[in-house]
C-alpha cells in the first residue's frame, strides 16, 4: 500500500478510537452528495486491482442518510431466512425486519466522513453500486431499466450484516456463515456481512467483489430469464453454479480488466492464485483426481476454466469484437441456453433423477457431461463468429472428460 494509502489507514483509525465519544448528528447537505470512500482506483502492471480511500461523487444517489437511490438502497440488520449456500449463491426464503442505515459520520467543505467501519463500508458499497449503474451501458451495453423490470420498486435492496437462519425439516438455527458477499436471486437482493481478520481490502466494499455479485444478478437475468424456480433443476446442478460464479469472474473483469479476483482482498496465494483466470494453468481433468490439488475450490474451479475461456476467446476475437460486444453477446448467449439444455438429449446431458438426499445425484460432482452439455449449448448459442475460438478454448480448458465427444459432435467438431 503506497505512502499516502497508509496515512489515511492510520487517520481513519484515529478516528475509531475516537467515535465512541462522540454524538451522531445527522448532517444535512444536498445532492450531488460527495463522501470519502473506499473506491476502485484501477489496475497495476500486474494486472491486481488497487484501491484508495478517496473523496468521490454519488452520481445516483437521492437520499445520503438512508443511503436510497435512483437504482439501489441499503437496509442494515434485519434477519434473512435460508435453505441452502451455493457459493456466493443464497435461497432465501424470506427477509424480516432491517432499518436505515444509522450512519455516522461528519461534514466539512461538503464531504462526508465516516466515523466508523460499518459506515465507510455502506458508503463504500453504495457507491460500487452507483458507479456499476452508471457505466453499465458502457460496459456491457444494457441500459438500467432492461434490468429494473427485474427488481422489487425497480431498484436492489443491499442487506448490511443480516442475521442468517438456516431452515429446514420445520426447525430453524441461526447460523455463522462463512459469507462475506452474496446474492440471492429469488428476491435480488445483495449481502454484505461483516469483515473478516485476513481481508486487506474488505469484501463488502471491494469493487470487484460487488461486480461480482451483480454478475449473479445477470446470469440469474440471461440464463433464467429473471425468475429462477425452486423446482428447476439447473437452479440446483452442482456444475452450473460453476459456471455460474465463472460468469460472474468474467463480468468483475469487464467492469475492472483485472483477472486477478480475489487478491486485492484476500491475498493468499493458494486461494488467489486459482481464482486467476488469465493466469492459472490447471484444466478439468486435474479436477478428477482422487485428491486434486491444483485446484481446490470446488465448483469455482469449474467457473475459473470457464472465465478463462471466454477471456482466451476474447483475445483472439478483439481486433473485431470489443469488450462491450463480447460481455453484450455473451448475456445474449446465456439467454438462449436453458432452453437448449432443456431439449437437450439424454445422449449428452444425465437424466434429471431423484438421489436420497440429494435432488440430484450428479450434484456435488465434477460431472463431465453436465459441464460438457452447458458448453455444446453455449457453443451452439454464440454468435457464429465466436464458434471457432469458443471451441478450441473449451476444448483447452475441459479437455475430453469436461468436454466429452458427444457434446462437441454437432458444435465443435
Not at 176 to 190: H, M, R, V
Not at 257 to 280: G, H, M, P, V, Y
Not at 368 to 377: C, D, P, Q, T
Not at 387 to 393: F, G, I, N, P, R
Request: with cysteine.
Amino acid at each position: 500500500m503506497k505512502n499516502s494509502h497508509r496515512r489515511h489507514w492510520l487517520f481513519f483509525a484515529g478516528i475509531l478510537l475516537l467515535a465512541p465519544s462522540c454524538g451522531y448528528e445527522s448532517f444535512k447537505f444536498g445532492a450531488p452528495y460527495k463522501a470519502v470512500v473506499l473506491a476502485f482506483t484501477g489496475t497495476n502492471q500486474n494486472g491486481s486491482a488497487e484501491f484508495a480511500l478517496t473523496e468521490k461523487t454519488f452520481r445516483t444517489l437521492t437520499d445520503f442518510n438512508n443511503l436510497d437511490g435512483t437504482f439501489a438502497k441499503i437496509q442494515r440488520g434485519g434477519t434473512l431466512k435460508i435453505r441452502n449456500v451455493n457459493g456466493s449463491i443464497v435461497s432465501a426464503d424470506s427477509f424480516d425486519g432491517g432499518e436505515s442505515p444509522s450512519l455516522r459520520y461528519t461534514v466539512k467543505s461538503g464531504v462526508a466522513s465516516a466515523l466508523d467501519y460499518s459506515t465507510l463500508a455502506m458508503l463504500s458499497a453504495y457507491y460500487q453500486l452507483d458507479e456499476i449503474y452508471s457505466t453499465l451501458e458502457s460496459v456491457i451495453g444494457l441500459t438500467p431499466d432492461l434490468l429494473q423490470a427485474n427488481l422489487v420498486g425497480g431498484k436492489h435492496t443491499v442487506l448490511f450484516e443480516p442475521e442468517i437462519k438456516m431452515t429446514g425439516s420445520g426447525s430453524e438455527i441461526s447460523a455463522g456463515i462463512k459469507l462475506n458477499a452474496a446474492f440471492s436471486p429469488k428476491d435480488k437482493k445483495f449481502l454484505l456481512f461483516q469483515r473478516s481478520p485476513v481481508e486487506k481490502v474488505p469484501l463488502a466494499a471491494n469493487f470487484q467483489v460487488l461486480t461480482h455479485e451483480f454478475g449473479h444478478f445477470m446470469f440469474d437475468y440471461s440464463f433464467f430469464a429473471g425468475n429462477p424456480k425452486d423446482d428447476d433443476r439447473w437452479s440446483d446442478e452442482w456444475a452450473l453454479n460453476g459456471i455460474n460464479e465463472g460468469f460472474s469472474d468474467f463480468v468483475s473483469w469487464a467492469f475492472t480488466n483485472s483477472t486477478d479476483i480475489l487478491r486485492s482482498s484476500i491475498d493468499i496465494a493458494e486461494i488467489a492464485d486459482q481464482r486467476d483466470f488469465a493466469k492459472s494453468s490447471f484444466n478439468f481433468e486435474n479436477l478428477n483426481a482422487e485428491e486434486p490439488k491444483a485446484c481446490t475450490g470446488d465448483f469455482y474451479c469449474v467457473g475459473t476454466l470457464f472465465a478463462r475461456s471466454l477471456f482466451q476467446s476474447w483475445n483472439q476475437l478483439k481486433s473485431t469484437v470489443s469488450k462491450k460486444d463480447m460481455a453484450k453477446g455473451v448475456i445474449e448467449t446465456l439467454k438462449k441456453c436453458k432452453s437448449v439444455l432443456d431439449a437437450m438429449d439424454t445422449s449428452i446431458m444425465p437424466a434429471q433423477k431423484d438421489g436420497v438426499g440429494l435432488k440430484y445425484p450428479q450434484l456435488y460432482e465434477y460431472n463431465g457431461k453436465v459441464v460438457g452439455g452447458f458448453l455444446r449449448a453455449f457453443v451452439n448459442s454464440a454468435p457464429a463468429a465466436w464458434k471457432t475460438e469458443l471451441c478450441v478454448a473449451f476444448k483447452s480448458n475441459f479437455g475430453t472428460s469436461g468436454f466429452p465427444a458427444a457434446a462437441r459432435n454437432g458444435s465443435c467438431d
